[in-house]
């Protein structure tokens, strides 16, 4: 049905955005605001855990609406759009009144429930979950690749928006009634056969092992000196974390957690901006074109060859990306269209292991986390977003290369383990997917 397709669009799009670029407000970055500066500092210094408990919340929101029903999962993400609503128009004033921090926090705990709710309610349904998955990862895309914005002025405003402006009330109203319109939709559907109750722990563990690993690590490395064995333990935690996370999920659906681990690291490193802004389109198109390459060739060693590939374009032109325009729009593309051919190449059969995958997309990464040792923060810049004229090192490309060449390893491992299962097994049935997005034996 293309209104669910498209509520998904919208609602897994907001969630991605108000996750990945959650100072959506009139902030000292756009120089508009009367925040004290060291109060936007600790702000900056507390994202990544804010959007570590948005990415956890959106696994645990899934296992738990998969227990309830396709038509919870439809009344949970409605809820959580209109909480959003609501919390903009309080971001709003939340600026001048103390409560910005907080106003953020809650941002990412909606956000998070909407992402995980969402997941659930598209399952089984081909087109509404290409509709979510275009949404989420376009958004982390355009949340992740936004410009800091310059100072005194914006010269690039459709890259800035996501960091000088909060989401319009429009979109936010329309993606709320579009979910309630998706909600009256689930009363022509007949009821499943069998519907298994059971509340699956196997992603929500998952999830918690590789966001905390990924918290964690990232954070005592931006506290010391980054020397190379301090890098090499928390790229070893790192991998160590996903190939728990995926052996916690059934069968070989720890594929695309490997996968977006390794990706995620790839696209940190390679230098995006400064670029124009006719490229704000590419990350949404390239996801999509990715999506139906990884689906057309479903082979995550094709698409671990990508991230490796990515990562080694990332190290060699550090130096000469802010010097040649083209290399970051280069950049943009590919970085986008291997997160989709990730995605499209191992895509899960149930909502847990699909949004853990996307939660490991949402966490800040080592590689993030590298970029920002000079200023002891994880964050690409002081001030979160990427800084158009921040100081270029080959070394991030390098350890996302160590990155994917540990999670090639550790899908190597995962298949071995679960060597019982066929490598392309059928999809499963609707019905199957109704039941917890489990496939019927």
């Not at 563990?205 to 690590?217: D, E, W, Y």
């Not at 051919?341 to 939660?359: E, M, N």
Request: with cysteine.
């Amino acid at each position: 049905m293309w209104i669910e397709a498209l509520a998904a669009l919208l609602g897994s799009a907001v969630a991605g955005l108000l996750l990945m670029a959650p100072l959506m407000a009139p902030t000292p970055l756009g120089g508009t605001s009367e925040i004290p500066i060291l109060q936007t500092d600790l702000l900056v210094s507390d994202l990544p855990r804010a959007v570590a408990s948005g990415a956890a919340l959106a696994v645990v929101s899934a296992a738990l609406v998969v227990a309830l029903g396709r038509r919870s999962a439809w009344i949970t993400s409605c809820g959580s759009a209109v909480m959003l609503l609501i919390i903009q128009i309080w971001k709003a004033s939340a600026a001048t009144t103390g409560g910005f921090a907080t106003a953020n926090y809650v941002d990412c705990v909606f956000s998070g429930i909407l992402l995980g709710a969402l997941s659930v309610a598209v399952l089984g349904k081909p087109t509404a979950m290409g509709g979510y998955l275009v949404g989420a990862l376009g958004a982390i895309l355009v949340g992740d690749q936004t410009s800091l914005p310059p100072p005194g002025g914006h010269s690039n405003p459709l890259l800035q928006w996501a960091s000088t402006d909060m989401l319009p009330m429009w979109l936010l109203a329309l993606t709320a009634l579009l979910l309630a319109a998706g909600i009256a939709l689930q009363h022509s559907e007949p009821p499943t056969e069998e519907e298994n109750t059971d509340l699956a722990m196997g992603p929500i563990v998952s999830v918690l092992v590789v966001v905390t690993a990924t918290v964690l690590s990232t954070e005592w490395l931006v506290r010391h000196d980054g020397t190379a064995a301090q890098i090499g333990v928390a790229a070893a935690v790192t991998i160590g974390a996903a190939m728990v996370a995926a052996l916690l999920l059934p069968g070989r659906e720890g594929t695309v957690v490997l996968l977006a681990v390794a990706v995620a690291n790839a696209g940190s490193a390679v230098i995006v901006v400064p670029r124009p802004d006719w490229t704000a389109p590419l990350p949404v198109i390239a996801v999509v074109v990715g999506l139906a390459a990884g689906r057309r060739w479903r082979s995550p060693w094709v698409a671990l060859a990508a991230t490796g590939g990515l990562a080694v374009f990332a190290a060699l032109t550090a130096d000469a990306a802010h010097r040649y325009a083209l290399i970051p729009v280069l950049g943009v593309t590919l970085t986008a269209v291997t997160v989709g051919f990730c995605f499209g190449a191992a895509v899960p059969r149930t909502a847990g292991s699909a949004v853990v995958a996307i939660a490991v997309m949402i966490v800040p990464c080592l590689v993030v986390a590298l970029r920002g040792g000079s200023f002891g923060r994880v964050a690409y810049s002081p001030r979160w977003y990427r800084d158009p004229n921040g100081v270029v090192s080959a070394m991030p490309g390098w350890m996302a290369l160590v990155v994917s060449l540990g999670c090639a390893a550790g899908v190597y491992l995962l298949w071995r383990i679960r060597s019982a299962r066929p490598l392309a097994a059928p999809e499963p049935s609707p019905a199957a997917w109704a039941r917890n997005g489990v496939p019927q034996h």
